[in-house]
C-alpha cells in the first residue's frame, strides 16, 4: 500500500511540474515548445546493438594466433679498453685481471600470426621470426604447438610458417586491389601481448611506399590502432576476409599507436607465400635501368607537359634493358598496358613478373612512342644491396641553374682520381656557387655533366656550347653523374 502511494505521488508531482511550466510560460507571454518523445532509440535498445561486428570478429579470431620465437645471441667479450695498452700491462708484470668471457643470452620476441589453410600454414612478418631458433604458436584455444618456418623474404617482410595440425580455422584471402579508402576494416591481433585485441577503422590510403621501412613497399594505410604485438596479425575487411597482414606504425616520439599503421596487401602477401610454398624464395624480375621521378619540370623539357612515367636516368651494362635497346633519357609511360605513375610503382610491377617473362613497354622518346618488348631476368637481390640496384631514386636535387657552376675536362689524372670507368664521357663540376640555385638544388663539386639537353658533352668546350645553344629554351637538361649513380637535373634558364 505505501509503495502505491509513493508512486502516486511521483506520478502527481511530474504532472504538476509539467503543467506549472505550461502555465508559467503562459504568464510570462512566451509559448511553450512542444515535446515529443520518441520510442524509436528505446526500440532499438531492446532489440541490440544498431551495427556490431561481433559475428565476423568471433568466425575470424580463431585464426589469428600469438607466436614467440626465441634465438640465442652472443655477447662481446667485457674488458679490454686501458687493459689491452702497454703502458698498463707493466702494473701487472705481463699478467692481465681475468676478463669476462663472451657468453651467450637467449633473445625472445612476440608477435601476431595468420593462419590461411586449414592444414597449418601461417602467414605472419619476417621481423617476427627472423634469425629464430625456436618458433611457437599458440591459438585461441590456449594450445600451443612448435611451428617451422617454411620459408621468409625480408624484402617484403613475409614469413610463411608450418605447424603440424589439421582441421584449423583460417581466413579467406580477399582481392586486396578491389579495397578503397574509406573501407571499413578490422585490426587483429596481440598487442602488448593481450590476446584476442580487436581494433576498428578505415583504409586511410592504398599503394604507401618510399618509407623506407622495406625495400619493397606497397602498404594499405589504416587509422585502426596497431600496436606493438600486432605485427603480423590481420587486417580483415567486414566479411572477415584478409585484407592485409599488419606490419609496422608511425608512432613519432611515443612508440604507441598515432593512428597511421600499415599492412602488407593480401594480394602481395599471397603472391610472396605462394612462391615460398613452391620454390622455398621469393623471385623478382630484372630489368637493369634506374628510373627517376618525371616531375613537371622534367616532363616539359622532355616535351612532355602533360606526361606521365618515369624517365631511364641509367641503364645497366649487359642487362635486359640494354639488350632490348633502352636508352638514357626515355621516358616509360606503361607496362603491358598499364600506366606507370611513379617509380615506386614501377619497380613493383617489374618485380612482381617471374624471370623470363617477355613484357611489353610503352616507351616516348625524342617525340615518337615506341614499344619495346622486354625479357626480364632474376634480380639478385643479396648483390643489390651492396650497390644502387635497380630502382633506388637517386639522390639530390631535381632544379638547379648554370650559373655560378664551372666544369673541368675530364682529364686522364682526374679520372684515375675520381675512379671513374674507363668510355665515361663528361665535365667535372670543380665549383658550385652556394647562393646560386644550383648550390641550392644540390649540385655538387665532383659531380660530373654527361649530357646537356641529351646530347653528350666530353670536354667543358662542349658544354659551355650546349649551354650556349639552350638559352633560347625554357630550361636546361642535364644528365649528372654522381658515385654510381645518374640522374636528370631540370635547370631553369633565368
Known amino acids: 500500500m505505501n509503495g502505491s502511494i509513493r508512486k502516486s505521488t511521483v506520478v502527481l508531482i511530474a504532472v504538476i511540474a509539467m503543467l506549472g511550466g505550461a502555465l508559467i510560460a503562459t504568464m510570462s507571454g512566451t509559448h511553450a515548445v512542444p515535446m515529443f518523445i520518441s520510442t524509436a532509440h528505446a526500440a532499438a535498445v531492446e532489440q541490440g546493438p544498431l551495427v556490431s561486428f561481433a559475428p565476423v570478429v ?86 600451443e604447438f612448435p611451428a617451422k618456418i617454411v620459408g621468409t623474404d625480408k624484402y617484403a617482410d613475409i614469413a610463411v610458417l608450418k605447424v603440424s595440425r589439421s582441421g584449423l580455422v583460417s581466413l579467406p584471402f580477399a582481392d586486396s586491389s578491389k579495397a578503397q579508402v574509406g573501407d571499413v576494416v578490422l585490426a587483429m591481433g596481440e598487442p602488448f601481448g593481450l590476446r584476442g585485441t580487436v581494433t576498428m577503422g578505415i583504409i586511410s590510403a592504398m599503394g604507401r611506399g618510399g618509407l623506407g621501412i622495406e625495400r619493397y613497399e606497397d602498404f594499405i594505410q589504416t587509422d585502426a590502432a596497431i600496436n606493438r604485438g600486432n605485427s603480423g596479425g590481420a587486417l580483415i575487411d567486414t566479411h572477415g576476409d584478409l585484407v592485409g597482414i599488419n606490419t609496422a606504425i608511425l608512432s613519432g616520439e611515443t612508440g604507441g599507436n598515432q593512428g597511421i599503421g600499415f599492412a602488407i596487401p593480401a594480394n602481395l602477401a599471397r603472391n610472396e607465400m ?136 675530364l682529364t686522364p689524372d682526374l679520372r684515375r682520381e675520381m675512379q671513374v670507368p674507363e668510355g665515361t664521357a663528361g665535365v667535372v663540376i670543380t665549383n658550385v656557387d652556394a647562393d646560386s640555385p644550383a648550390g641550392q638544388a644540390g649540385l655538387e663539386q665532383g659531380d660530373m655533366i654527361l649530357q646537356v639537353n641529351r646530347k653528350p658533352v666530353t670536354s667543358a668546350q662542349d658544354f659551355n656550347r650546349a649551354v650556349r645553344e639552350g638559352t633560347s629554351r625554357e630550361s636546361t637538361l642535364l644528365l649528372v653523374k654522381r658515385g654510381a649513380g645518374t640522374q636528370f637535373v631540370v635547370v631553369p634558364n633565368k
Open 274 to 409: 605462394d612462391q615460398i610454398m613452391k620454390n622455398g624464395k621469393v623471385t623478382r624480375g630484372f630489368m637493369g635501368i634506374l628510373p627517376q621521378e618525371l616531375t613537371p619540370e622534367m616532363a616539359k623539357a622532355f616535351g612532355m607537359p602533360n606526361g606521365h612515367g618515369v624517365a631511364i636516368a641509367q641503364v645497366t651494362g649487359s642487362s635486359p634493358a640494354e639488350k632490348a635497346g633502352l636508352k638514357v633519357g626515355d621516358v616509360v609511360t606503361s607496362i603491358n598496358g598499364n600506366p606507370v605513375d611513379d617509380v615506386n610503382a614501377f619497380r613493383l610491377q617489374v618485380a612482381g613478373f617471374a624471370p623470363g617473362t617477355t613484357i611489353h613497354l610503352k616507351v616516348a622518346r625524342g617525340g615518337q612512342n615506341l614499344d619495346v618488348p622486354v625479357t626480364l631476368s632474376e634480380y639478385n637481390m643479396e648483390r643489390a644491396d651492396n650497390d644502387n640496384g635497380q630502382g633506388n631514386v637517386p639522390e639530390g636535387g631535381e632544379k638547379g641553374a648554370l650559373q655560378g657552376v664551372t666544369v673541368q675536362t
Open 58 to 143: 568471433k568466425r575470424a579470431m580463431p585464426a589469428v594466433v600469438n607466436i614467440s620465437s626465441s634465438k640465442v645471441v652472443k655477447e662481446q667479450a667485457q674488458g679490454g679498453g686501458m687493459f689491452d695498452d702497454p703502458f698498463f700491462r707493466q702494473f701487472f708484470g705481463g699478467r692481465m685481471p681475468q676478463q669476462q668471457q663472451p657468453h651467450s643470452q637467449r633473445e625472445t620476441s612476440l608477435g601476431s600470426g595468420v593462419v590461411v589453410s586449414p592444414d597449418g600454414y601461417i602467414l605472419t612478418n619476417n621481423h617476427v621470426v627472423e634469425g629464430a631458433t625456436d618458433v611457437k604458436v599458440q591459438f585461441s584455444d590456449r594450445s
